[in-house]
């Protein structure tokens, strides 16, 4: 069974940068896309990012696109989200998952609904 781990959170600047870690158990990680999510303060959890299972393809929606990026190393079980000129908007608590069934695709990712694997969160804030 699939599980999944992150790490990396932590307050930070504006205009700094942070690497999130999601780490996996379980299973073979490289036959699953992973989406990173991010729940601010009141507000409904929001899709970021995503890179696919064998990490040749990585999509981040509008409102991050040029500073998020994900990425992944399989031989380690593991998937990052490279955060640069982060915001006072960007802080929440930030959220790797996994799709219900074994897919390797960021189909339709933005999508909290449609992942079933979540794991714990990790806190970022951004203050100066």
């Known amino acids: 069974q699939l599980q999944l781990v992150e790490s990396g959170g932590d307050l930070v600047q504006p205009g700094g940068s942070l690497r999130l870690s999601c780490t996996a158990s379980?299973?073979?990680?490289?036959?699953?896309?992973i989406g990173w999510f991010r729940q601010a303060p009141g507000k409904e959890r929001e899709g970021l990012s995503c890179?696919?299972?064998?990490?040749?393809?990585?999509y981040s929606t509008d409102s991050v696109k040029g500073r998020f990026t994900s990425s992944r190393d399989n031989g380690k079980n593991t998937v990052y989200l490279q955060m640069n000129s982060l915001k006072p908007e960007d802080t929440g608590v930030y959220y790797c998952?996994?799709?219900?069934?074994?897919?390797?695709?960021?189909?339709?990712?933005?999508?909290?609904?449609?992942?079933?694997?979540w794991g714990q969160g990790t806190q970022v804030t951004v203050s100066s």
């Open positions: 379980g299973v073979r990680m490289a036959s699953y896309a």
């Open positions: 998952a996994a799709k219900p069934e074994a897919s390797p695709y960021c189909s339709r990712f933005a999508r909290p609904e449609l992942f079933a694997t």
């Open positions: 890179v696919s299972g064998r990490g040749d393809s990585a």
